[in-house]
């Protein structure tokens, strides 16, 4: 590539980023620094009527807590700025007006009321009303009025629109990185509004100056915005701009792989479809998944590597990523190889910083960090970590590590505590209490070396142990968690179960 990749990635603060668009940013983001180029934030807010509080701050965070950093954006600055498309709305009247002059754009006067009246009339006749060549002779522009009327009604106060005057009997041939080649006739499309009675432009104008302004190569968005590339392409030639790069990343569908993935999907599912919460959406970050597990799920959902391999981190996603391996049919979303993921990342992180994020978990169940140390937990969570795919699972995986049972597992209890298994265990009191060192390695050579002299079978034994220190029959080995939590408590609790059972 010989011109400097910028790369930009553009939402309009109208909510909560969805996950797809945070995937919009991380490929942007993986593209620029593969190729050594500029990441841009631009926040796409001319349309007031959409714009939500708070909506920025949470694209600005979500990126953050992503670990996706952009070079020039509102607030970081750069050469380019502002950043803000209402920071820029006095810039795109010229535009808009260069494009009249050139003829690509006309002045249009019809009101809502009169577009509205041919819009329902066309659909009481099963058409759809289109305002394009075949019927704007016969509506109210600059085109079909007089320039005196034209002037007379603006000199009035009028209110009007500028549209874009598309093509009549053309085929364009547009090109997508991902889609390849796209022929479209130019009879289908109609004549957008560029720039709006309010005197802001509209998303396609905006967007479209901004890129050429801010010297973007590669426009890398979500499929839905395929069909503005014809106009688009059609701008970028009226004004005759060198038109940037092309990528449409597919959808991300449903679970079941029939249409988009929907906020209502994640309620259904119970997964997130926000990075972030938001109002009462629950979103990744606080549902417990970290976001390397995201950013890596997120690669995978139109992107592979072409290899087995899956687990990446950003920095060797930056070396794999390329536009050409994304894929062209839509990426079906599935909750389950989210939480894959979450486990495989959980797996990578080191037991002391595991150990910092359980610790308010444990102090949130009242355990007080100055009786449990950070030590004992780091060991905890070592035997348990293999088997939980979240923080929050330790908890659920380990509490007997930190309380005694108070209850034991009925199906286990009747299967494995025998008539005479208290005397059993009354036996093996005292084999534990003469043991010195503590450890995995001595209990369990005491205890085996035990039931080897006594003639037991183990399924006597090992069994209603485990039911004793861990209320079930489940957990790591055994003498990994006696060794533990120590003597006096395995003592405690064996004693309590002879009690109890
Ligand atoms: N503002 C548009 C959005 O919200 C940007 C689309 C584009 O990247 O061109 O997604």
Same mark, same amino acid.
């Given at each position: 590539m010989n011109k400097e990749v910028r790369v930009r990635f553009a939402p309009s603060p109208t909510g909560p980023l969805h996950i797809g668009g945070l995937r919009t940013a991380l490929f942007n983001y993986l593209f620029a620094k593969k190729h050594g180029?500029?990441? $841009?934030?631009? /926040?796409?807010?001319?349309?007031?009527?959409?714009? $939500?509080?708070?909506?920025?701050?949470?694209?600005?965070?979500?990126?953050?807590?992503?670990?996706?950093?952009?070079?020039?954006?509102?607030?970081?600055?750069?050469?380019?700025?502002?950043?803000?498309?209402?920071?820029?709305?006095?810039?795109?009247?010229?535009?808009?007006?260069?494009?009249?002059?050139?003829?690509?754009?006309?002045?249009?006067?019809?009101?809502?009321?009169?577009?509205?009246?041919?819009?329902?009339?066309?659909?009481?006749?099963?058409?759809?009303?289109?305002?394009?060549?075949?019927?704007?002779?016969?509506?109210?522009?600059?085109?079909?009025?007089?320039?005196?009327?034209?002037?007379?009604?603006?000199?009035?106060?009028?209110?009007?629109?500028?549209?874009?005057?598309?093509?009549?009997?053309?085929?364009?041939?547009?090109?997508?990185?991902?889609?390849?080649?796209?022929?479209?006739d130019t009879n289908i499309l109609d004549d957008k509004i560029l720039f709006k009675s309010d005197g802001m432009p509209t998303y396609h104008l905006a967007n479209v100056v901004d890129d050429h302004l801010m010297e973007i190569s590669h426009v890398i968005r979500g499929e839905e915005w395929l069909p503005s590339l014809a106009l688009h392409h059609l701008l970028y030639e009226a004004f005759s701009w060198e038109k940037p790069v092309f990528a449409h990343l597919p959808l991300i569908l449903k679970p079941t792989g029939k249409g988009k993935l929907s906020k209502r999907d994640g309620e259904k599912g119970g997964f997130p479809?926000?990075?972030?919460?938001?109002?009462?959406?629950?979103?990744?970050?606080?549902?417990?998944?970290?976001?390397?597990? $995201?950013?890596?799920?997120?690669?995978?959902?139109?992107?592979?590597?072409?290899?087995?391999?899956?687990?990446?981190?950003?920095?060797?996603?930056?070396?794999?990523?390329?536009?050409?391996?994304?894929?062209?049919?839509?990426?079906?979303?599935?909750?389950?190889?989210?939480?894959?993921?979450?486990?495989?990342?959980?797996?990578?992180?080191?037991?002391?910083?595991?150990?910092?994020?359980?610790?308010?978990?444990?102090?949130?169940?009242?355990? /007080?960090?100055?009786?449990?140390?950070?030590?004992?937990?780091?060991?905890?969570?070592?035997?348990?970590?293999?088997?939980?795919?979240?923080?929050?699972?330790?908890?659920?995986?380990?509490?007997?590590?930190? $309380?005694?049972?108070?209850?034991?597992?009925?199906?286990?209890?009747?299967k494995q505590w025998k008539e005479d298994t208290a005397d059993i265990m009354q036996q093996l009191t005292v084999v534990l209490q003469s043991i010195d060192d503590f450890s995995s390695i001595s209990v369990e050579t005491s205890i085996k070396n035990w039931i080897g002299e006594q003639e037991f079978s183990f399924g006597k034994v090992m069994p209603p142990l485990r039911l004793s220190v861990v209320g079930d029959l489940k957990g790591p080995h055994l003498f990994d968690i006696m060794a533990l939590i120590g003597q006096q408590e395995c003592l405690k609790r064996i004693r309590n179960a002879i009690s109890v059972l």
């Open positions: 180029g500029k990441f $841009v934030l631009r /926040i796409e807010d001319t349309d007031q009527s959409r714009y $939500v509080e708070g909506a920025e701050n949470y694209i600005k965070e979500t990126l953050a807590w992503s670990n996706i950093p952009y070079d020039e954006g509102p607030e970081k600055g750069g050469n380019y700025g502002p950043y803000r498309q209402s920071e820029r709305h006095n810039l795109y009247g010229q535009y808009a007006e260069q494009l009249i002059a050139s003829g690509n754009a006309y002045y249009a006067f019809d009101t809502p009321e009169t577009l509205d009246f041919y819009r329902k009339d066309h659909e009481t006749k099963g058409k759809t009303f289109i305002y394009n060549w075949h019927n704007r002779l016969k509506l109210k522009n600059s085109l079909s009025l007089s320039p005196e009327e034209v002037q007379q009604r603006m000199q009035a106060g009028e209110a009007y629109v500028i549209r874009f005057k598309s093509p009549q009997d053309k085929q364009l041939l547009l090109k997508d990185i991902v889609r390849g080649e796209i022929t479209i479809v926000f990075p972030l919460s938001w109002e009462d959406a629950v979103g990744y970050r606080e549902a417990g998944y970290f976001p390397e597990a $995201v950013v890596n799920f997120l690669a995978f959902l139109g992107w592979n590597p072409g290899t087995e391999q899956e687990l990446f981190t950003m920095e060797t996603l930056v070396t794999h990523f390329s536009l050409e391996r994304v894929n062209k049919s839509g990426a079906r979303f599935d909750p389950e190889k989210t939480n894959w993921y979450n486990h495989q990342w959980l797996q990578q992180k080191g037991n002391r910083e595991l150990t910092q994020l359980f610790m308010p978990v444990l102090e949130g169940k009242g355990l /007080i960090p100055s009786v449990i140390t950070h030590e004992f937990v780091e060991k905890v969570i070592s035997l348990i970590k293999e088997r939980a795919n979240f923080v929050k699972d330790f908890w659920e995986l380990g509490s007997y590590f930190f $309380v005694s049972p108070t209850t034991y597992a009925e199906k286990a209890r009747k």
